[in-house]
């Protein structure tokens, strides 16, 4: 590499993976209100790199002339797509290109762009021309017209794929479906949560500290941005003409590693541990009013009937400690008898609707897969009922009774 095509390549950003907020203000032309900022993530793309350029010049010349950026990543490609970048410049001055040799990985590639930026919308585009570029104005227009966030969707109407096989889509369907499973609040809230095609506005992801693995980009944007306003456009993913497909086995473990470690950090583990502590604290009531009202040795009352009358004050118990503890700092910002009475019915009303569940899986485990005829077996059928409801009334309590809708809530 030559003295002067080291000068023309954008440096590399080291450290966390934060987009900083912008600084300064790109001078715009005439008209012209936000500059928009797009990345193309290459490796072994010398054969696509051009035609692509090409294309995303003269649409966003006529679109948005003088407004915008286009980052070339690449991952320092044996076949030397970043070379064939770097001689587009002179024809192309808005183009820019990065070199990565430390780091690999698409959804990286994407932040390291990101974070060189000057956009106050960025955006993220395939370099294989499996994304047509003339969808991108129409992406423009939907931030132009006030979303946080424009995707590019294979599920919704105009969208589709051109040549998969069953068993290609069945794969990615069955990735969505996992996705579900794993983190809903993530991945629902978009019908292609799998496009790599989207734009978005950096505030609503400035000094968010991404933690992405795999291709999957968009997930990390939707789980650790602050999104409101989505639109999505249909489009049909185009077959690959030249190169070979990056989609591989390895991509699919890396998109299941990532989600759980999406759903881990999303996951508010302290305010967590608290109502687990709170909750066990609650099993000593219950435990004990069950024993006191259904042992043979005592009033021996049925087993159902006594269940429903511990766990109700178990509740009881419950709320209480989690409004003072686990709950405190927001309950501080609810004073009074009435915001309290709101919370309890509704912490109630959740937790009963988790009993229904408790005394099923107890009469399940006790009746039907033999716990009874084992040493203590109401008692372990009952524990163990007791842990599998925990995680639902948590969760439900947490975006619900004491009204959390954030996930940087501790």
Known sequence: MSNSQSESLLPVPSGALVIPPLSAAPVLT???????SLIVPTYNERKNIEQLVQRLCYLLDGGIPGAYELIIVDDNSPDGTWQIALELMAQYPQLRV???VEEKGLSTAVIRGWQVAKGDVLGVIDGDLQHPPELLLKLWQEIAGGADLAIASRHVEGGGVSQWSIIRRF??????????????????RVSDPMTGYFLVRRTCIANKTMNPL???ILIEVLGRGKIRWIAEVGYVFQERQHGESKVTGKQYIEYIQH?????????????????????????????IVLYLLSDPSTLGWGLTRSKIIASELAIVNNFLWNDIWTFG????????????????????????????????????????????????????ANLIAIVIVTFWNFWINFKLSWRVTSVENK
Not at 30 to 36: I, K, L, N, P
């Open 259 to 287: 989600l759980i470690r999406l759903r881990f950090s999303l996951w508010p583990i302290g305010r967590f541990f608290r109502f687990a502590i709170v909750g066990f604290s609650g099993v000593f009531v219950d435990m």
């Open 30 to 36: 005439e008209g012209a209100s936000t500059f928009f």
């Open 98 to 100: 990065m070199r990565r």
């Open 329 to 380: 700092d927001i309950s501080q910002h609810q004073p009074g008898k009435r915001q309290r009475l709101k919370r309890f019915l509704k912490f109630n009303i959740i937790c009963l609707a988790g009993l229904i569940l408790n005394v099923l899986v107890l009469n399940l485990l006790f009746n039907v897969f033999g716990f009874k005829y084992l040493p203590y077996g109401r008692y372990l």
């Open 171 to 188: 794969l990615s369907r069955g990735a969505q479906l996992l996705g579900l499973v794993i983190c809903p609040e993530v991945i629902g």
């Open 214 to 216: 795999g291709y999957k």
